[in-house]
């Protein structure tokens, strides 16, 4: 059934009825109401007027009612072995996959509905993350069935694994993945978030993920989006950081028919650092769309950022990166820069940088490139032996690993990189 | 070194070879047999190195005319990578880097290409590690440089020596050295030559491009070729290097 964009938001907008606490039951109405009047971006949205999202608005999604059982086996190609592991199934909490025994004193890490009552959730939940001005947001704290609470209070090594699974349903399914994450005062951990689907589902998952970091914590979040090339993913990540905090977010964009991910960083307290590292990798008609800000809100900040994105086939990435220099943050130190990779004549990139400073003690760069394959590289690598697609591939895997060996999880490396090499190779029709 | 009966590796004829539609080779003959080291000097713009582009297959260039056959095949009918899966080595004048490969996968990935092509066992990390080892012995290499990016961050001379490593690994039947001793510091310049000698034997041959007389001085010819104008307008023994050294090369081209 093809939809026009008005029906497939008013079929969105009935979304099921969910039961919930009384402290939230408000937050949902709010944000209900909010999204009524938002409505579907359109292109005079000046933060969508690169994006497509027509595709999205062909299809007729549903809630999920009833949930899928997955076995261990099927969820095994995405495991990260010794990790602490909560796992959700179209938005469902599935603790029979999921493992919390590697969690030690000092991390509780639970579903969202299970720890309703805790002071940390009630305290940070749809603080950060604004739906206000924002549709996906505000059908996400409406329609959220549950989601990840992770609590770290001291140091840890073990790294936390939220996967979100989409499972193929008989109709187009809507899907609402929820995160949030404190980080106390002089916490460590790593965070990551993962989403995948199966068998060529039409799934729509818009997700929120809220990160709260205390004075001196450190997190390294991880966000792999490795979604069915048939799906939707829209997600949304708010982050806040205290004094002398530091989050570094390693985000990956390879999945989806239409992604986009907004990722808004707070520099709230003197000295925090945010490093921010992107990699958009598509193909075929896939569009990928990353949007961050970073807002450096206090004196002594420093911000770094590399996003990358590849485009084969036909495909779309879009780069935008805010930065922010608040009166009063003198001594910012901020640094961008935004590398793309053409890999064939009919792949669009756009790329924008944007900084906003309204202060003059600052030091900000910023640089912007758009390539295609060396031709030296290739030239020399060809007479070394390499066929031309060997050589392409090695190329093309070269750009991307930059961004992938960032992340301090070596199982998850190694497995992202098979992913890459697959990518690049074809393999999956991503190619060309 | 010469000997009679060597086998013929590369017999190149009357090449005509343009860039950009502009013809730089005029007619280029050189017959290179194994064991044989040949040095080809010439001022800038004299078609030196395009003459070793167009071996190796530079896709900027266009054969126009001629011929060039490499152990009895048709060069020109051969992509680049046949060309090297075939044995013959381009050491490039400005060693390009490329990020986010090291060096030791670089060198392993094309060694194990060419087993593949020769019917041989390809190499396992481990093993390949093994004969890395002896193999940057012959460049004097630092190991730390295996497992840094290929030539990222590297000197002049890191770079070129890095050339030599990869012309030891893959050891190459015909390498044409395209100035490997332009930007070299005297130090550097004693290794690299060393390196070059001790990988030469009696079947294979070394194609030195150069502007300069003191690369032959560590790594001595059998035949010195000038060229001028597109041509190879003068042959003869090492001390034709000499020669172009204390006359310069402008009674070459008024003889040409």
Known sequence: MTMTKEQCFEQLLLGKTIKSESWLAPIRDKAGERAQALNFPTARHDDWRLTDLSPLFQHDF???????????????????????????????????????????????????????????????????????????????????????????????????????????????????????????????????????????????SSAVTEVVLGEDAQLHHVRVQREEKSAFHIGHCAVEAASGSVYTSTSLAFGARVSRHDLHVTLRGEGAEATLNGLALIGGRQIADTHTRIDHASPRCISRQLHKCIADGAAHAIFSGKIMVREGASGTDSAQSSRNLLLSGKAHIDTQPQLEIFNDDVSCKHGATIGQIDADALFFLKSRGFSEEQARNLLTHAFAAEIIDRIPVPSLVESLDRTILERVNGADGAGK | MIKEGSKTLLEVKNLHAAVEGVEILKGVDLTVRAGEVHAIMGINGSGKSTFSKVLAGHPDYTVTGGTATFEGKDLFSLEPEERARAGLFLAFQYPVEIPGVSNSALLRLAYNTLQNERGLEELDPLEFEDLLEEKIKVVEMDPRFLSRSVNEGFSGGEKKRNEILQMAVLEPKLAILDETDSGLDIDALRIVASGVNQLLTPDNAVIMVTHYQRLLNYIVPDYVHVMSGGRIVKTGGKELALELEARGYDWLKAAA
């Open chain 1, 62 to 204: 549903h809630p999920v009612d009833s949930y899928a059982s997955l076995s261990p086996a099927d969820i095994d190609a995405l495991l990260i072995p010794g990790s602490i592991r909560l796992v959700f199934v179209d938005g469902s909490f599935a603790s029979s996959l999921s493992d919390l025994k590697p969690a030690g004193a000092g991390v509780t890490v639970s579903s969202l509905v299970e720890r309703s009552g805790d002071a940390q959730v009630e305290a940070n939940f749809a603080r950060l993350a604004d739906f206000e001005q924002d549709t996906f947001a505000a059908l996400n704290t409406r329609f959220f069935e549950d989601g990840a609470f992770v609590h770290v209070t001291s140091e840890t090594a073990v790294p936390i694994h939220i996967l979100n699974v989409a499972t193929k349903r008989e109709t187009p399914s809507a899907i609402y993945p929820r995160c949030l994450i404190v980080m106390a005062a002089n916490s460590l951990a790593t965070v990551i978030e993962d989403f995948a689907g199966q068998n060529d589902g039409i799934n729509f």
